[in-house]
């Protein structure tokens, strides 16, 4: 079987190594397109591709046209929005993602960027301690978990709300399991956001639920950025000087939160969760597994669509 890794940015070269160890040792053929330029260039590349794994690269039903071959696509991270599931479905592609992967990294983003902001960005003047502060994690997946046992490091006091993950599973890991969204902002001092990008959640961080936080509070998103409604919240940040947002998803907004939020905002110049090198050769060594998986047993646990 002929596996493409088809990266625009490319893995770091210890994960190619380990990409092509796994690959190889399951007797299959490993094919590298790495900083390509042109659509047409992939396009090509899939062609008599029979696996495909993936980072940032859209995979949608012009690419899926062109792999006449292609039984399964792995998105080497938690997100899949890059891949058409439906023109996936159709052509009878198995897409899957790397969950957990990166897990740790984005978690310890969170606390980089939550340590500055009490901290008042670093601007030499008093600022506050993570010490017996209320910590509300929305989204108890891998993600979320991580954030807690950090979080429990500083001593702080976790809570967290996740509307299908049950509250049995969300207390078993000695984290406070909230009734709902709303009561997760009244109660705590920060709230790190760690939803997907859904029709349910999209837009859904917006003026009513964020004017519910603490005075003082901080809100830190390090999941998608379609999830913030964007001109509430910087209606909001204007009315309430007290409140801090920090992101590891440029605002499209990014220039006036900047100029009307100054000292209170803070976004990373790109998306940086992920990485790491750690999480960068974990997630592509797992995508390689998955393939071989699929193809030795046809293992599909990491499908994602069904």
Known sequence: MKVLVATEKPFAAAAVKGIRKEVEAAGNELVLLEKYTEKAQLLDAVKDADAMIIRSDKVDAEVLDAAKQLKIVVRAGAGYDNIDLAAATAHNVVAENTPGQ???????????????AVRGFYNGKSGSELLGKKLGILAFGN???????????FGMDVYAY???????????????????QDALF???????????ATPETKQSINYALVSKMKKGAVLVNTARKEVINEPELLNLMQEREDLKFVTDIMPDANDSFKSKCEGRYFSTPKKMGAQTAEANINAGIAAARQINAFFKDGDT??????
């Open 143 to 153: 993600v979320g978990r991580n954030v807690a046992r950090i979080a429990k490091g």
């Open 162 to 180: 996740d509307a299908y993950c049950p509250a049995e599973v969300i207390e078993q890991a000695g984290v406070h399991a909230v009734a709902s």
């Open 301 to 306: 646990r990491f499908q994602v669509n069904k």
């Open 186 to 196: 009244e109660q705590c001092d920060v709230v790190s956001l760690h939803i997907p």
């Open 102 to 116: 990166n897990a740790n990294a984005v978690a310890e983003l969170v606390f980089g960027l939550l340590v500055m």
